[in-house]
Nanobody
Framework: QVRLTESGGGSVKPGDSLKLSCAVSGGASNFVMGWFRQAPGKEREFVATISRGGGLTSYSDAVKGRFTISRDNVANTLYLQMNALRVEDTAIYYC???????????????????WGQGTQVTVSS
């Protein structure tokens, strides 16, 4: 297991941008990583995932073209750049990690073994 700490959430207006960070306690390059979110009254949903080296990514249809997942394995940090935010993007955002083979990604939250505490993103006019 690894400790994950999200930051960068906040309250913004529709159309604004926000960048989330997830600090990994160590050895980030050993983990496939992902971002998930949970809105009030809804189930947790997949947002984006990235392979260990960063060369492979996958996004949900809801965020494709607006969000970008990236990672810096030297800094042990995962990022989520969120542009053109919408009211429906309001949720608690969680980062997750799972040790895995180098060239793969996972969209299912059940496969991840470590989770952060979450950071709140609120989009409101």
């Amino acid at each position: 297991q690894v400790r994950l700490t999200e930051s960068g959430g906040g309250s913004v207006k529709p159309g604004d941008s926000l960048k989330l960070s997830c600090a990994v306690s160590g050895g980030a390059s050993n983990f496939v990583m992902g971002w998930f979110r949970q809105a009030p009254g809804k189930e947790r949903e997949f947002v984006a995932t990235i392979s260990r080296g960063g060369g492979l990514t996958s996004y949900s249809d809801a965020v494709k073209g607006r969000f970008t997942i990236s990672r810096d394995n030297v800094a042990n940090t995962l990022y989520l750049q969120m542009n053109a935010l919408r009211v429906e993007d309001t949720a608690i955002y969680y980062c997750a990690a799972v040790p895995s083979d180098p060239v793969t990604t996972y969209t299912s939250g059940t496969l991840y073994t470590s989770w952060g505490q979450g950071t709140q993103v609120t989009v409101s006019s």
